[in-house]
């Protein structure tokens, strides 16, 4: 039987997070079993506060506090195996191959080094004039409007969405082959955040990207991504092509979705309100 | 928080109660850790030691006897006798009443007047804070046994004149953190609800900003202790905080360091119930900063 | 609504409000013109929208109307006086604010019973405890809720606690700086229907500032559109739903609004 099954990019089964809680007795069970893959496409999680989407993304990159707990049956990035690798195989994986950029760019910028020399440490192996002409490359892609300044301005010099830009230009640079990006535009005005998301969309087309696009907002989510899964309470509830959203069958996806405001078409009355079922919470792929 | 989490939570049902729920928090996160808690049964011998001074020995701390002069220790001396014949565990045991009483008056100045610097400083800031950080600024320039040696050469040696010039150069960092912490709250969205309740200057840094300073400033307080109690023995060392015969540990060191080659005990025992009680302080203070930061303030 | 007779005075008017902050050398050492010649009015019972992105002076001019950032130059008026007229007293009984972080505009040692019982205290108006519950269910809290502490509850929760506390004193205006924008998009359709129904229970106005224009399109009759520190357009809430809109920004904005998945 030579049937070559093509390795998914990110392949996870079974995940489990867990913190432990001091102040509360026993545990704290952030991602109870989730199951999913990624390939060369956009994938969107959409969940709200408290459904493990972030414990998931720290989980895959190994970026969570040592006090957490994590296991699975599987979780793996191109074959490697994720779960046994120690903190110096994974930060060879990120960065390079495994990008993330995380949800406030603010603190996540060193403060005392410029932006480009940040930036610029993405580009190993390059001689510095090299370096600094893709660095300029890259921020004007992002719709900076002043690249040189950029370049040489310190991060409490630059607004909230230009930190954001920065770190997604910092996180896109060396092309890595799956992308993590967690609420990425949600700090930026909404005609920036429209050429951004172009952006990514050409890196996953052109370059073969896989992303994986945490967010809170369903309607984005629903215009950007190929493939939505929807979390609560750490599990998966729906998982389903973006094209088929309206058709969401879970009632907790299409309460998601009623209880925005919508501008066009108005409510005379009060906004739907998402009534939760407490049964929700068990439901969801219970891997052990 | 899992969705879950909330359902189970119950809510105190007075006033009392929750500020009772509070403590328990604290003290069993205190408690989680073995260093604190160490630190706690230090502080603890302490009190124990100064309120029950008279039932741990028998021996009297100022009774001299020159016929057991210099003895080593043994079951009958547990720390040896001085070169008055006096037991010297009793003189520590003792001693850590005057101890006490130097580190309490010392904060009961010290950190009310740095509140009430740093409030003052931090919130209405302008040439108000310019002035009294250059006050403190000044006083934090001096090293502070150099200076409380000033101060005492002046008043007068003596215990009292030695708090006094110890609570002198002890204030300046409390001032600071009290300021820091009061900028910080000062544009604070509570705060400014409160101001646009009508609440005036006065309401607000009392019943906002006064009790949010004092996690930083009890840490530091409790950090300080170890400070307090060196600077305290030092002058004692010279001669200039409390006289002979009180049985003052600084001054002990002092008087056994004549001895110290062949009667090594005169002078060690005092230093080391010095240095046990200082490493006390200093790791419950680290223990309780670890509960109290303001990082993990919006757990209170 | 329009029974009103068009002589009345606005409730709030603002003239030509214009502040700039000094350049401080510290970071910033050009002056910053945050609000230019801003010019408003809202009506008694209007609810008055506006929608801005970040930078745009919104939040600003909010605080510049209540006293809590620096006058800056041009008129406010309230009822027909200067708001200058006003002493902080009666002010606080008149306009009060919810602010956007619910995480941060409690003060993380005091209860919920606190909280509430903090404007009754600087008013020296004593505290009943069925003048609490009142207050806890008009927000749709329990009165269980009254001795919890804020990590206790949830962002809703909070921000329940925090328009409780913003209506203690029986306030005439409410100014809502992005109450939602911290929430949760299923807490954020709560909160807001909780704001419509205390404000016809309790015949408020509202002046909601966002940057999310479909909620200030649910919420407000009339909206303005703030870019860079100043007013840019003034739309009705027929016109915004239409997309009917002069100014390019407003275009752009709308524009950029998402279509809603129809379900």
């Known amino acids: 039987m030579r049937k070559k099954k093509k390795t998914p990019l990110l392949a996870v089964d079974g995940l489990h997070v867990s913190y432990s809680a001091h102040s509360r007795r026993g545990e704290v069970a952030a991602v109870r079993g989730v199951s999913f893959t990624v390939d060369r496409e956009k994938v969107g999680i959409v969940g709200e506060s408290g459904s493990g989407k972030s414990s998931l993304a720290r989980a895959v990159l190994g970026l969570l506090p040592p006090s957490a707990k994590v296991w699975a049956k599987r979780l793996s990035f191109d074959r490697c195996d994720l779960l046994r690798r120690n903190e110096r195989s994974m930060r060879t994986l990120r960065g390079k191959r495994l990008g993330f950029i995380p949800q406030d760019a603010r603190i996540a910028l060193n403060p005392v080094m410029t932006v480009g020399a940040q930036i610029a440490e993405a580009c190993s192996g390059m001689s510095r004039r090299a370096a600094r002409a893709r660095v300029l490359e890259m921020l004007e892609a992002v719709r900076m409007d002043d690249p040189e300044r950029v370049w040489g301005a310190y991060p409490h010099q630059l607004s909230g969405g230009m930190c954001q830009r920065a770190m997604i230009a910092m996180t896109l640079l060396p092309g890595p082959d799956l992308l993590i990006a967690d609420e990425p535009s949600s700090a930026l005005d909404v ?85 939760r079922d407490s049964a929700w919470f068990g439901e969801g792929e219970a891997s052990p | 928080m899992t969705v879950s989490a909330q359902e189970t939570l119950t809510f105190p049902a007075s006033r009392a109660s929750a500020g009772l729920a509070w403590l328990c928090r604290v003290w069993r996160e205190l408690a989680a850790n073995p260093l604190t808690l160490a630190g706690i049964m230090v502080i603890v011998g302490l009190l124990v030691m100064a309120v029950a001074a008279p039932g741990m020995t028998s021996y009297d701390p100022l009774a001299q006897d020159l016929s057991q002069r210099l003895l080593p220790p043994s079951t009958a001396h547990w720390c040896g006798t001085d070169e008055l014949g006096r037991d010297i565990f009793a003189r520590i045991v003792y001693g850590a009443r005057i101890t006490l009483r130097i580190v309490l008056l010392v904060l009961a100045v010290v950190a009310p007047a740095g509140l009430l610097v740093g409030c003052a400083a931090g919130y209405l800031g302008g040439w108000v804070d310019a002035v009294l950080m250059r006050i403190t600024d000044i006083f934090l320039a001096f090293p502070k046994l150099i200076l409380a040696l000033a101060l005492v050469a002046a008043l007068g040696p003596g215990l009292d004149n030695a708090v006094i010039a110890i609570a002198l150069t002890a204030w300046p960092p409390f001032a600071r953190i009290v300021r820091a912490r009061t900028v910080s709250l000062r544009e604070a969205e509570f705060v400014q609800a409160a101001r646009l309740m009508g609440a005036g200057r006065a309401r607000i840094i009392v019943a906002h900003i006064v009790p949010l300073c004092l996690p930083p400033l009890v840490v530091r307080m409790t950090l300080e202790m170890s400070g307090i109690i060196l600077t305290a023995a030092g002058l004692g060392f010279l001669g200039l905080g409390a006289q002979p015969p009180l049985p003052e540990w600084g001054t002990m060191i002092s008087t056994g360091r004549a001895f110290l080659l062949d009667q090594w005990w005169v002078a060690t025992m005092p230093g080391i119930a010095i240095f046990v009680v200082s490493l006390g302080f200093n790791l419950f203070g680290d223990g309780l900063r670890d509960v109290l930061d303001p990082k993990t303030e919006t757990r209170v | 609504m329009s029974t009103k007779m068009s002589t009345k005075r606005p409730l709030l008017e603002i003239r030509g409000l214009d502040l700039t902050y000094p350049g401080n050398g510290a970071g910033r050492s050009v002056p910053h013109h945050v609000l230019r010649r801003v010019s408003l009015s809202v009506e008694e019972g209007d609810s008055f929208g506006i929608v801005g992105e970040s930078g745009s002076g919104k939040s600003t001019l909010l605080r510049a109307a209540c006293g809590l950032a620096r006058p800056g130059r041009g008129k406010i008026l309230l009822n027909g006086k200067s708001i200058k007229s006003f002493s902080n007293n009666k002010l606080s009984r008149i306009i009060q604010m919810v602010f956007q972080d619910p995480y941060r505009s409690l003060n993380p040692h005091y209860t919920v019973d606190r909280v509430l019982g903090e404007p009754l205290a600087v008013h020296g108006v004593g505290k009943e405890p069925a003048r609490m519950d009142k207050a806890l269910k008009d927000v749709g809290l329990r009165p269980e809720f009254r001795f919890a502490y804020p990590h206790q509850l949830s962002g809703g929760q909070r921000q329940r606690v925090a328009i409780a506390r913003a209506l203690m004193l029986s306030p005439r205006l409410l100014f809502l700086d992005e109450p939602t924008s911290a929430l949760d998009v299923s807490v954020q359709a709560e909160i807001l229907n909780l704001l419509a129904r205390l404000r016809r229970e309790q015949e408020l106005s509202y002046i909601l500032v966002s940057h999310d224009l479909a909620a200030v399109a649910h919420m407000c009759d009339r909206v303005a559109v703030m870019k860079q520190g100043e007013i840019v357009e003034e739309l009705t809430k027929a016109a915004l739903r239409k997309g009917r809109a002069d100014h390019p920004y407003t275009r752009e904005l709308l524009a950029a609004v998402l279509p809603a998945t129809r379900v």
């Open chain 1, 191 to 275: 005609h920036v955040r429209g050429k951004i998301l172009k952006l990514m969309e050409e890196m996953t087309r052109e370059r073969g990207m896989g992303l994986l696009f945490i967010s809170h907002d369903i309607d984005l989510v629903g215009a950007f991504c190929d493939r939505i899964l929807v979390m609560y309470g750490g599990r998966i509830l729906e998982s389903l092509a973006a094209k088929d959203l309206a058709q969401a069958r879970h009632p907790y996806t299409r309460g998601l979705m009623t209880c925005a405001p919508r501008l066009r078409e108005g409510w005379k009355g009060p906004l739907p309100v998402l009534e």
